[in-house]
């Protein structure tokens, strides 16, 4: 009974700088104090598997990151969307195509026109890196070695950066 009291102590004595920790994960004081709250049962949950002399303050820190990455995990895989159409028709339209207005519209043209006017050893990795393949991803596919696909792109961007200077914010 007594050892009980003293790890409950302990815990409560770390309230403070779990806090803190949780806040610099958190950036958010409400979920701060969710994820402390969190850590702090299940910490009690689990006290049978903590083992003496070893760093008590550690093992508290590791389950809040643990707690807070697998939150994290959890949130990005509910926020992803799976595009079930038998075309992909979601995948393939542009979330943000910039057309809403007229001046997105010929905006959105003249960089297709540019980016079409660059030679196919630039445009092919440069589109194919907008689409959203990694570099190596691109390389393999293309036959090129890596260094050479992020070169090409830095040009192309480069290029498409001078061209479309008018545009630039």
Known sequence: MRTKETFKQRILGLQGNLLSF?????????????????????ALDNEDKYVDNTNFKGWIFTIMRNIFINNYRQTVR????????????????SQDSGLETPDGSIAV????????????????????YVAGYKY??????????????????????????????????
């Open 78 to 93: 509910k926020a992803t969307v799976i595009d079930q159409t038998e075309d992909l028709y979601h995948l393939n339209i």
């Open 136 to 169: 190596n991803e691109i390389a393999e596919k293309m036959g090129l070695p890596l260094g050479t696909v992020k070169s090409r792109i830095f040009f192309a961007r480069k290029r498409l950066r001078e061209q479309l200077k008018d545009y630039a914010r």
């Open 109 to 128: 043209h003249e960089i297709s026109t540019t980016l079409n006017s660059f030679p196919d050893e630039y445009r092919i990795p440069f589109n194919m």
């Open 22 to 42: 949780a806040y610099q994960l958190t950036t958010n004081r409400e979920a701060a104090q969710d994820l402390l709250q969190d850590t702090t049962l299940k």
